[in-house]
């Protein structure tokens, strides 16, 4: 997951703690631009890394 948000930053010429952002505690949560977190997700599943190729290429094909 570093190795996404250092080569975004460079893409976005930014920092990477611009791109993830954590709070501990009471209302705490996590935040992430929509990139960093579509691949979080496809890691912790691959059944969701299969339909968003299949979704993705079904909007290519559009």
């Known amino acids: 997951m570093v190795y996404l948000l250092k080569a975004s930053a460079r893409f976005l010429k930014c920092t990477p703690d611009v791109l993830l952002k954590s709070k501990r505690g009471k209302g705490g949560g996590t935040w992430a631009v929509e990139q960093i977190a579509l691949e979080y997700a496809q890691y912790l599943s691959p059944e ?8 993705l290429r079904c909007h290519v094909n559009q």
């Not at 969701?48 to 979704?55: C, I, P, T, W, Y």
Request: overall charge negative; glycine content about 0%; proline content about 0%.
């Open 48 to 55: 969701l890394a299969v339909l968003d190729s299949a979704e």
